[in-house]
C-alpha cells in the first residue's frame, strides 16, 4: 500500500491480449474487499496490436483512474518487452510479474530494430521482486493459449493475499459461462505456479 | 446498489434512469460505448446514423417532439454536427435535449485534440463536466433538468480519462420518462430570419438567466482547504488535483459555461494565491481574466495534451509559497528506466489477414499519390507500406483527391483517394458527387469491409442491421455511385493481387472518374480462418518480399522468413509476393 492507502497495480501488454478481462477480474476482487476502486483503460487505434495498458487502483477512497509514472505498487506485464517499456511506472520496492513472452513488435519483424535480449536480467537487476513466469505454456496445458490472461491472474491474486473463494467468485462474475472451467483451471495454473 | 461503470456506461445508464427514449450516435472513440450500452435498456429507442450531423438533427426532431434525447459522438463529430447544433440552440427544445461531446486530450485515438467547451460558448449552451462515473450518470439528468427548465440543448463534456475509467455508481430506477405533446409553433422552430431574429433575443436572455442559475446550482462547489493555495478546476483534473493537493481550497465547477461570475469572484477574494487548471484550452481562464482576475493557469500549465498528477505537483511547486500543501509522494521516482538498451516502440499494426493489406502494397508498388481517410485503413500510412499522402478528417479523401487533381492537371491517373465503407457513407457521398459534377476523373476507392471496424466493429446503412441488430435494407454501394454519376464502377478483391493491381492500374488511367470497391469482411468478423501458411526454409530465397507487406505473422530471420502460424489467417497475399513457392498452405505438400 502507498502512503495514501491506495494501491496502484498497472496491467501491460499488446492489444488482443486479454488485459482487459484480467482488470474487470482484479477490479471485482477489490470491490469484494469493499475497497473503492478507479480503472483506466485505453480503447480504440491502440487495440490494432499496440502497446495497451491499464491502470486499476484501490484503496479506501480513489480520485484519480491514473497512476503516477514511479507510483505503481505492482506491474503485471503480459509480455517481456512491454515490462521493459513500462518499469519506471513501478515504485522503488515494487513488484513486477513478467509473462515470459516475446511478441515482436513490427520494426523488429521488418529487421529494422532489434528485441531486446536478457529482459528478464535486466529487470531483475533493477527490480529485485520480480516475478517471471510461462504463462502461455500453463494456459497451454489447460487447452487455450488465449487464457494466459487468467493464468497471470492466479499469480497476481495470490501475491496479493486475495483468498481464493473470492477469486474464484469474481472468475464466476466476470467470465462467460461457456469458458468458465477453462478460466478456473487457468487461474489454478497461476495460483498453483512456482514463483 | 453500487455498480462499476466505465463513463460511458454511466451516461448511458443516467439516460436511461432520467426516461430518455430516443437516442442517436455515429461511433468515434471515445464515445462509442454509451448508445452499445443505451439499446439494451428497455423504453429506449436507439440508433446509429450515417453521421454525427444526422444523429444530431434526429435527436433535435426527438427533442422538439417533447422526448427526452441523448445524442453522443465524438469530438470531431460535433464538428460535423455543429450546423443544426448552433441553430437548435435558437429554437430550444420541448423535451431535454442532452448532447454529448467525448474529448480526446492527448489524441489517443484521434486526429486532433480541439476544446469542445468552445462550441457550448460559441453556440450559446450551457456545457457539464462530469469527473467520475457517478457524475457522469447524474449529470444526465441534470442536463435534461436544465435543458427543460431554460428551453435549451446541454452540452455533456467528458474527456478519454472520463469516458473509459470506471467507478462506483449508485444505480437507481427509471423516472421521468413522459414524452410530451407536440405543439406546433412555427416562430420558434422555423428560422427564417423574421423569427430567427426574435429567437436570439430569447437566447440572450436565456444566457443571462443561466448565469444566474450556475451561481446556486449544487454541481458548482466550494471544497474550503487551506486558504493560501486556491484551485478552479472540472472533469478529471479535479481528481488529479485532489490527489496531489488534498489540502488546498478548491473550487469545483461542474458547469463551465456559463461561469459562476459571483461565485468565483468570492473564492477568489479568500484564497492568496489563484489558479485554473484544465486540459488544453484556457477556456475557464479566459473568462476568469475578462471579469478582471488574475488566476495563473496556462503560463505554467500546457495547452498541449493531457494534464497529470506530476505535472501539477511540478508546477504547483514552481510558484506556490505554500509548498507544504502539495504532497511531493507523487514526485519521489520509481525504478529507473532502461537506458542502456533502444526499447523498439509497438505502434498499431493492421490484423493478420486484414483485407486492407493487400491493397495498400499495390498502392505502394504502383507509387500512387493516395488521399486518405479516417478507419482502420490510415494504418496504411506506416511503414512498411507508407501508402498514404494525407488523413485530414471523415471524408475528405475524397474532395482533397479531386482538388489535387485540379492544381496538377498533370497528375492524372496517379491520384486516388481510399476511404472505408462506413466513412463513405458518413460523408464521402458530397465527395464522390463533386467530382463527377465538376468532371474530375481520379479513383476513388471504396475499402469495403461491411462494418465500421476501427471502433469495434458497429453496423451501418451497408450492414444490413440496425444499432439493435434487426435486420434491415442495405445500401448498395456499387448502384449508389452510379447514381451520383460515377459510370465506370469496379470491383475487386483485395486477396487477389494481380487483379487488383490490373484494376487500379486501369481505372486510374482511365480519363473520367472511377470507383473500385475492394471487398472482403474485416479478419475480426470472421470466425473460421482459413488454414495457416507454412514456410519451407530451405526454399525460402530471403528475398524478404512477403515482408514489404508488414503482416504480423511474418517474422524476418537470417537465413529465412518465418511464419507465425498462430497468428496467420491464410490470405495468401505473402505465398503471391513469393517467388521460390516457399510458403504454402498448412497441410499442402511442401516441395
Request: net charge neutral.
Amino acid at each position: 500500500m502507498a502512503s495514501s492507502g491506495v494501491t496502484n497495480i498497472l496491467i501491460v501488454g499488446v492489444g488482443g491480449q486479454g488485459t482487459i478481462l484480467a482488470s474487470r477480474i482484479l477490479s471485482s476482487l477489490a470491490q469484494q474487499e469493499g475497497h473503492d476502486v478507479k480503472v483506466s483503460e485505453i480503447h480504440g487505434m491502440a487495440q490494432r496490436g499496440g502497446s495497451v495498458v491499464t491502470q486499476v487502483r484501490m484503496g479506501k477512497k480513489v480520485f484519480s483512474p491514473l497512476i503516477a509514472e514511479g507510483q505503481a505498487d505492482i506491474i503485471l506485464s503480459f509480455e517481456r518487452l512491454e515490462a521493459l517499456r513500462w518499469m519506471q511506472y513501478l515504485k522503488n520496492g515494487g513488484t513486477m510479474i513478467i509473462n515470459d513472452q516475446a511478441i515482436e513488435p513490427v520494426p523488429v519483424l521488418l529487421g529494422l530494430q532489434e528485441y531486446p535480449g536478457n529482459i528478464i536480467d535486466r529487470i531483475r537487476s533493477r527490480i529485485p521482486d520480480t516475478i517471471a513466469i510461462d504463462a502461455l505454456a500453463l494456459a497451454r496445458k489447460c487447452g487455450n493459449d488465449k487464457a494466459s490472461n487468467v493464468v497471470l491472474m492466479g499469480v497476481l491474486a495470490r501475491k496479493m493475499g486475495f483468498a481464493k473463494e473470492k477469486c474464484i467468485r469474481s472468475l464466476e462474475e466476470k467470465v462467460p459461462v461457456k469458458f468458465l472451467e477453462l478460466n478456473k483451471q487457468a487461474f489454478e495454473e497461476g495460483w498453483n505456479a512456482e514463483i | 446498489m453500487k455498480e462499476l461503470l466505465t463513463g460511458n456506461e454511466a451516461i448511458a445508464r443516467g439516460a436511461y434512469e432520467s426516461g430518455v427514449t430516443v437516442a442517436a450516435a455515429y461511433p468515434g472513440t471515445p464515445s462509442t460505448e454509451i448508445l452499445e450500452n443505451l439499446v439494451r435498456y428497455p423504453g429506449v429507442y436507439a440508433q446509429w446514423s450515417p453521421n454525427e450531423k444526422v444523429a444530431l438533427e434526429v435527436g433535435a426532431g426527438a427533442a422538439i417532439g417533447g422526448a427526452r434525447t441523448l445524442v453522443t459522438m465524438k469530438h470531431v463529430g460535433v464538428n460535423v454536427a455543429a450546423d443544426p447544433l448552433f441553430t437548435l440552440a435558437y429554437t430550444g427544445i420541448n423535451g431535454g435535449f442532452v448532447l454529448v461531446s467525448a474529448d480526446d486530450p492527448g489524441m489517443h485515438s484521434s486526429q486532433n485534440e480541439q476544446d469542445n467547451r468552445a462550441y457550448a460558448k460559441f453556440a450559446k449552451v450551457p456545457v457539464l463536466e462530469p469527473s467520475s462515473s457517478q457524475e457522469c450518470k447524474d449529470m444526465v439528468g441534470l442536463a435534461l433538468e436544465i435543458s427543460e427548465q431554460f428551453d435549451t440543448p446541454v452540452m455533456l463534456r467528458t474527456t478519454t480519462r472520463i469516458a473509459h475509467s470506471q467507478g462506483f455508481v449508485e444505480l437507481g430506477e427509471r423516472t421521468g420518462e413522459h414524452t410530451k405533446a407536440y405543439v406546433k409553433n412555427a416562430q420558434k422552430y422555423v428560422m427564417i430570419p423574421a423569427h430567427a431574429r426574435g429567437r436570439h433575443v430569447v437566447v440572450e436572455e436565456r444566457r443571462k438567466k443561466l448565469q444566474a442559475y450556475v451561481e446556486t446550482c449544487p454541481v458548482n462547489r466550494v471544497e474550503w482547504g487551506d486558504r493560501g493555495i486556491g484551485v478552479i478546476t472540472s472533469g478529471v483534473v479535479y481528481d488529479y488535483v485532489k490527489e496531489v493537493a488534498p489540502g488546498v481550497s478548491i473550487l469545483k465547477l461542474g458547469i463551465t459555461f456559463p461561469l459562476p461570475e459571483q461565485l468565483i469572484r468570492e473564492f477568489a477574494a479568500e484564497v492568496k494565491e489563484l489558479y485554473v487548471i484544465e486540459e488544453l484550452e484556457p477556456f475557464m481562464e479566459e473568462q476568469i481574466r475578462v471579469m478582471g482576475l488574475e488566476p495563473v493557469g496556462k503560463k505554467i500549465f500546457p495547452r498541449i495534451g493531457e494534464v497529470s498528477q506530476k505535472m501539477i505537483a511540478e508546477k504547483l511547486l514552481s510558484v506556490t509559497q505554500f509548498k507544504d500543501l502539495i504532497d511531493k509522494s507523487v514526485l519521489v521516482p520509481g525504478v529507473e528506466a532502461e537506458k542502456d538498451v533502444q526499447i523498439p516502440v509497438r505502434p498499431p499494426v493492421m490484423c493478420p489477414g486484414c483485407p486492407h493489406r493487400g491493397l495498400f502494397y499495390i498502392l505502394n508498388q504502383l507509387k500512387m499519390t493516395v488521399m486518405g481517410d479516417i478507419g482502420c485503413y490510415t494504418l496504411g500510412s506506416l511503414p512498411p507500406l507508407e501508402a498514404m499522402d494525407t488523413c485530414i478528417c471523415m471524408g475528405a479523401s475524397i474532395g482533397s483527391a479531386l482538388g489535387m487533381e485540379k492544381a496538377h492537371p498533370e497528375m492524372h491517373g496517379r491520384v486516388v483517394s481510399v476511404i472505408g465503407d462506413s466513412t463513405f457513407l458518413h460523408s464521402g457521398i458530397t465527395g464522390l458527387l463533386d467530382i463527377a459534377y465538376n468532371k474530375g476523373a481520379t479513383t476513388t476507392i471504396i475499402l469495403d469491409n461491411s462494418t465500421t471496424a476501427m471502433t469495434g466493429h458497429q453496423d451501418h446503412p451497408a450492414t444490413g442491421r440496425t444499432l439493435s441488430k434487426e435486420p434491415t435494407g442495405k445500401v448498395d454501394l456499387a448502384a449508389l455511385v452510379r447514381a451520383l454519376g460515377i459510370k465506370r464502377v469496379a470491383a475487386a478483391d483485395p486477396f487477389d493481387l494481380d487483379q487488383l493491381k490490373k484494376i487500379v492500374e486501369e481505372e486510374a488511367a482511365a480519363n473520367e472518374p472511377s470507383v473500385i470497391i475492394v471487398k472482403r469482411p474485416c479478419a475480426l468478423l470472421i470466425k473460421q480462418a482459413n488454414l495457416p501458411y507454412t514456410i519451407e526454409p530451405e526454399t525460402c530465397i530471403n528475398c524478404k518480399k512477403c515482408m514489404k507487406l508488414g503482416c504480423p505473422a511474418l517474422s524476418a530471420g537470417a537465413d529465412s522468413v518465418a511464419v507465425n502460424s498462430a497468428l496467420c489467417t491464410g490470405c495468401a497475399l505473402c505465398a503471391q509476393l513469393c517467388p521460390s513457392g516457399a510458403l504454402k498452405k498448412e497441410g499442402e505438400v511442401i516441395g
